[in-house]
């Protein structure tokens, strides 16, 4: 017989960790960022405010060097330091980093940011479940097929909010007249740049899937566009 109460009690873990966890990354997230104060980026940023009829975009520089950006649970943009370095040193164009920042806020828009550290917390409550159930099933292997059944399904799942996102900023970045190009650009220098992110970035920012798939999925969008307008 499995009993249940393994199971309100994963869940019961996960609620306390969503809780942890969100007021966790706001603190980290207060302590280490600034507003960013940067007049070519803002020109940039104004534009897509525009094409969203909002005021204006909050995007802040967060003090890691990972090169990353991100959407917190509560809607604040995050640009990491080592990102806007490329961009004062040249590697990166201001059109790309607006495509980064285009791309968090669709993650935002489409409600990924908050979900995500459900996701997260949820996670742990599924593979503590799937192992205290699997693991009296089958001993031994049990525990491993619960790992790998949580990570299959989580990494499912933050692709499908990856490319979610690159739909949403491709269509953003049309609206704004800045066009995806820099997207696909930025992407195709993704993988260069993201290399020092190794062993250093926290799992929660390494969810992104294949740069590849990422540019062809945005050509496929295109000609879509294309052929229906
Ligand atoms: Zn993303």
Same mark, same amino acid.
């Given at each position: 017989? =499995?009993?249940?109460?393994? =199971? ?84 990166? &164009? ?6 980064? =920042? ?82 696909? &650009?930025?992407f195709a220098k993704l993988e260069e740049l993201t290399q020092s992110r190794a062993g250093v970035a926290p799992a929660w920012l390494m969810s992104h899937p294949k740069t590849t798939e990422r540019i062809a999925a945005l050509e496929r969008l295109e000609a879509r566009w294309q052929t229906t307008r």
């Amino acid at each position: 017989m =499995i009993r249940i109460t393994p =199971i309100l009690l994963a869940i019961l873990y996960a609620l306390v960790m969503y809780r942890l966890s969100t007021w966790r990354t706001h603190r980290e997230l207060d302590a280490r960022s600034t507003e960013l104060a940067d007049p070519g980026l803002k020109a940039l940023t104004d534009r897509l405010a525009a094409a969203l009829g909002l005021a204006r975009i909050p995007v802040y520089i967060y003090e890691i060097d990972p090169v990353n950006g991100l959407a917190a649970p509560d809607g604040r943009i995050f640009i990491t330091r080592g990102f806007y370095r490329k961009y004062r040193n040249g590697e990166v &164009s201001g059109e790309e980093m607006a495509s980064v =920042i285009a791309h968090e806020l669709g993650h935002v828009a489409l409600g990924h940011a908050r979900r995500r550290m459900l996701d997260f917390s949820g996670q742990n409550a599924l593979r503590t479940a799937l192992i205290m159930v699997l693991g009296r099933i089958i001993p031994v292997a049990g525990v491993w097929i619960a790992n790998m059944l949580t990570s299959l399904l989580a990494a499912r799942l933050s692709r499908g909010d990856e490319y979610e996102a690159d739909e949403y900023a491709a269509a953003l970045l049309t609206k704004a007249g800045i066009g995806i190009a820099p997207q696909k &650009s930025l992407f195709a220098k993704l993988e260069e740049l993201t290399q020092s992110r190794a062993g250093v970035a926290p799992a929660w920012l390494m969810s992104h899937p294949k740069t590849t798939e990422r540019i062809a999925a945005l050509e496929r969008l295109e000609a879509r566009w294309q052929t229906t307008r």
